[in-house]
């Protein structure tokens, strides 16, 4: 079946303009995580969506960033007023509900975000 | 302390030698435990998931954890060239689904 898809696969943007980057989950996962990978940083925790549950947001770096899901599927990540420091690969998963029995989290191939 | 820690490596073996990563977390309440592999300018890819102490293996994988010494390993058998890449140890946070990964050991097999 067809796996998490997140477009566009690269984004260069110059500094203080918004980017919107998209998320469409595993088909029948209701959890969805954005994560982003800088050079040199680990994988680092930015926001998590389950069902119609409030947003886990502590991840998210500051204000300027935001993402929302709509419809319970696609969700888009939102950064307002990129910076440089923004510059990374933002990374979508997607897994089923917590409590069923499996939380294994599947990743999308990622969009590589370069803010000059 | 980092949350997750791995040794960065290289760790390198060669061809059909056994593999052995290793990844210690501070986080007692952790539930989940994950290896992902990642290579070059690609996405993380699941390779094993671990919940309960002892080994799973799957295939040429075996996945080892024990919760009292907070310790997980990985273990590749019959390491191929293609095996080559940065293998990243997760874990779930207490309380929360996201979770937290370790900066990644890079494995190098030679042929």
């Known amino acids: 079946g067809a796996g998490v898809s997140q477009s566009p696969s690269n984004k260069v943007t110059e500094k203080g303009k918004d980017v919107e980057l998209r998320c469409d989950p595993i088909?029948?996962?209701?959890?969805l995580y954005w994560y982003r990978q800088s050079l040199g940083q680990g994988l680092e925790f930015l926001i998590y969506?389950?069902?119609?549950?409030?947003?886990?947001k502590s991840g998210l770096p500051s204000d300027r960033f935001s993402a929302e899901r709509t419809g319970g599927s696609v969700s888009t990540l939102t950064i307002q007023r990129t910076q440089q420091e923004d510059s990374a690969v933002y990374l979508c998963a997607s897994s089923l509900a917590p409590g069923t029995g499996s939380d294994e989290q599947f990743f999308g191939p990622g969009t590589r975000l370069t803010v000059l | 302390q980092k949350e997750v820690e791995q040794n960065s490596g290289p760790l390198s073996v060669p061809e059909g030698a056994i593999a052995s990563l290793n990844c210690t977390y501070s986080?007692?309440?952790?539930?989940?435990f994950f290896w992902y592999r990642q290579y070059s300018g690609k996405s993380p890819e699941l390779i094993m998931s671990?919940?309960?102490?002892g080994d799973k293996e799957d295939g040429r994988f075996t996945a080892q954890l024990n919760k009292a010494s907070q310790y997980v390993s990985l273990l590749i058998r019959d390491s191929q060239p293609s095996d080559s890449a940065t293998y990243l140890c997760?874990?779930?946070?207490?309380?929360?689904?996201?979770?937290?990964f370790g900066t990644g050991t890079r494995l190098l097999v030679s042929p």
């Open positions: 088909s029948g996962h209701t959890a």
């Open positions: 671990i919940y309960s102490n």
């Open positions: 986080d007692r309440g952790s539930q989940s």
């Open positions: 997760a874990v779930t946070a207490t309380g929360f689904q996201k979770l937290v």
């Open positions: 969506f389950q069902g119609n549950s409030a947003p886990d």
